[in-house]
């Protein structure tokens, strides 16, 4: 019987203070790739679930607890890690970066956010490939799914999420038409304030409604 190791790779996107998407990668700190960047992850230990695992490495590799982690793909092509036959679980998360600290340790010397657009050249193992797939799933997803909010803080601009939106399907959307479209949807709540601006007119700020899009569904088709 072939034996083979389960690993956890995760792809977690995050919102910078620019309004930009990041992707958060670590430097390895191994004799497999060492100093090459790539997704935090490691092995599965015999004492924990695969789910456990990913939230392990991804804590003792960038320092970030308590991020919903939700399952991708699983990877298992032949050659993919110079070690031996592993196969990946991997996962992705989405967050507002904020002022969240990294804190690598273990099998990390260090840890960054990378704009989505500019990203290292070569990654370990098949990480590239995984990116893509969870890149692919996030573009797909955003359609139907109020994903790209938990990336924005609480109240936001109509232009901060055409922003984001536009960084993850990387295209220039329409200003004008976007907004009809989010708008739409019955998911924002208008509020009486203003975001403060240095230059311009002031835009008007919304939140996202939860409970009307529980209710009614989410649909943003671009």
Not at 17 to 25: A, E, G, P, R, T
Request: with cysteine; hydrophobic share 35%.
């Amino acid at each position: 019987m072939n034996k083979f190791i389960v690993s956890t790779d995760c792809v977690v996107f995050g919102r910078d203070k620019n309004n930009k998407v990041n992707l958060l990668l670590i430097k390895r700190k191994s004799d497999t790739f060492d100093g090459y960047w790539a997704l935090p992850g490691g092995m599965v230990e015999d004492f924990e679930s695969v789910d456990d695992s990913a939230k392990r490495e991804l804590e003792e590799e960038t320092g970030l607890s308590t991020v919903f982690l939700e399952q991708l793909y699983t990877f298992g092509d032949l050659g993919r890690d110079p070690r031996g036959r592993v196969v990946s679980v991997a996962y992705y998360a989405l967050l507002n970066i904020g002022d969240l600290e990294l804190k690598p340790d273990t099998d990390a010397s260090d840890a960054q956010w990378f704009p989505l657009n500019n990203l290292p050249e070569k990654l370990a193992f098949d990480h590239d490939k995984i990116i893509t797939t969870a890149l692919n799933r996030l573009r797909g997803k955003i359609n139907y799914f109020p994903l790209v909010f938990e990336l924005l803080p609480e109240e936001f601009t109509i232009e901060e999420v055409r922003e984001i939106y536009s960084d993850i399907l990387n295209q220039d959307l329409d200003r004008r038409n976007f907004s009809r479209k989010l708008k739409s949807t019955g998911c924002l709540i208008h509020l009486d304030k203003k975001k403060k601006v240095l230059v311009g007119k002031p835009p008007t700020l919304y939140k996202f409604d939860y409970e009307e899009c529980e209710e009614n569904g989410f649909n943003i088709t671009l």
